[in-house]
């Protein structure tokens, strides 16, 4: 049976949620989004889509109304969840491609967000397979408000993406053709961070060329587990890394990975959000 993708509006759907993100993240009852809550985005103008199959509820994707200066309006899509066992199954890519159709359909070209740029998976999900762009990093976003299994004991570093609803690559991806990477080779010497011997390092002398690529780990969740000082040192370079790039006017255009390494693409275009 196929998955259907719409807005979610009663109580028991919305209920549902809570289910779902104690499943996908292990979030206790202080982390989580109430249902009253998002009644209340709803009733503002936000959106909850839900991925409904055979009648079940197996994933969400929340959004509210952000605003940019006095007059440039965007969704802000906060949480998209699926069930453990509906993972990998590209069940998130229909909820974001729903959520493309339902923004354009109320007037918005412009959805954002924020993720963890140490999670490989999500990096190349939100790069690579939905043509995102990061443009800017925080820091620390949600302080240690968020105590679930894949925050716990780290800092909330996170990019923010801007995902261009009309923007040729994403329009082709929303036409259901394969994704492309944007570079097939990555010169050793355009690595502003890279690996040696597992631990993270910056090059001294790092190129200027338009394109710059920061290496990540390819399994930090188990390497939180099995050496948490060096998952540490990891977020700490990958943060100075990735500081020291927007400043210099890179944003963040893809994601790409290779026997057991992966790495971010970033490109030069001088318009940086921290430039």
């Known amino acids: ?34 249902v009253h809550m998002l009644q ?11 991925a409904i199959l055979d009648g079940e509820v197996i994933g969400y994707g929340l959004a509210v109304i952000g605003r940019k200066g006095a007059d440039q309006y965007y969704l802000w899509s906060h949480q998209t969840a699926v069930l453990p066992q509906y993972q990998r199954q590209k069940v998130g890519l229909g909820i974001k491609l729903a959520q493309r159709k339902w923004a354009l359909a109320h007037g918005y070209d412009t959805i954002g967000w924020t993720f963890d740029p140490l999670q490989h998976k999500n990096s190349r999900f939100n790069l690579h397979a939905l043509g995102a762009v990061g443009e800017a990093f925080i820091p620390n976003f949600y302080g240690d408000a968020l105590q679930d299994n894949l925050n716990r004991g780290m800092r909330t570093n ?11 690559r994403v329009v082709a991806i929303a036409n259901g053709e394969t994704p492309q990477h944007i570079l097939t080779t990555y010169p050793p010497s355009d690595f502003l961070l890279y690996s040696h011997h597992a631990e993270p390092l910056i090059a001294q002398n790092p190129s200027q060329n338009v394109y710059r690529f920061i290496e990540i780990p390819y399994d930090i969740n188990t390497l939180k587990q099995t050496d948490k000082p ?45 430039e």
């Open 40 to 50: 209340a985005i709803i009733h503002a103008g936000g959106m909850v889509i839900g």
């Open 230 to 274: 060096r998952a540490i040192r990891w977020q700490d370079t990958v943060e100075e890394a990735l500081t020291r790039s927007f400043a210099e006017g890179y944003v963040v255009v893809d994601c790409d990975s290779d026997g057991g390494r992966c790495w971010l693409v970033l490109n030069r275009i001088n318009t940086g959000k921290n």
């Open 1 to 34: 049976m196929p998955i259907e993708y719409r807005e979610l509006h009663t109580v028991p759907e919305l209920d549902r949620t809570i289910d779902i993100q104690m499943a996908a993240w292990g979030r206790d009852d202080r982390s989580a989004i109430a």
């Open 158 to 168: 996170r990019l923010e993406v801007m995902w261009h609803l009309n923007n040729p």
